[in-house]
Nanobody
Framework: QVQLVESGGGLVQAGGSLRLSCGAS????????VGWYRQAPGKQRELVAA???????NYADSVKGRFTISRDNAKNTVVLQMNSLKPEDTAVYYC???????????????WGQGTQVTVSS
């Protein structure tokens, strides 16, 4: 079994910064693509940023130039650095990862529990 735990959410004023962290633990052989998603009230969950196992990144147009995703494979951690935050960034942010099990070598998809980000105007 694998657990993903997000941390770093909170309340910040517009223009401020937050750093979200997603840590994975459990029966891990390797972690493929990791994505940060967000879901605002009344809206569908959307992809914010993703990073492949090789380090390639992609971002939603709405966050390009403001958010940066990075990973530390040795620590099984992915970080989303969020700068120049806007009220429209307010949402619950979720981490998603494709993880290869170290015993069975099968790949499974996991989600974290989510962390609230609130940006005040």
């Amino acid at each position: 079994q694998v657990q993903l735990v997000e941390s770093g959410g909170g309340l910040v004023q517009a223009g401020g910064s937050l750093r979200l962290s997603c840590g994975a633990s459990g029966s891990i052989f390797s972690i493929n693509t990791v994505g940060w998603y967000r879901q605002a009230p009344g809206k569908q969950r959307e992809l914010v940023a993703a990073i492949s196992g090789g380090g390639s990144t992609n971002y939603a147009d709405s966050v390009k130039g403001r958010f940066t995703i990075s990973r530390d494979n040795a620590k099984n951690t992915v970080v989303l650095q969020m700068n120049s935050l806007k009220p429209e960034d307010t949402a619950v942010y979720y981490c998603n990862a494709g993880v290869i099990n170290r015993v069975t070598f099968t790949i499974h998809d996991y989600w974290g529990q989510g962390t609230q980000v609130t940006v005040s105007s």
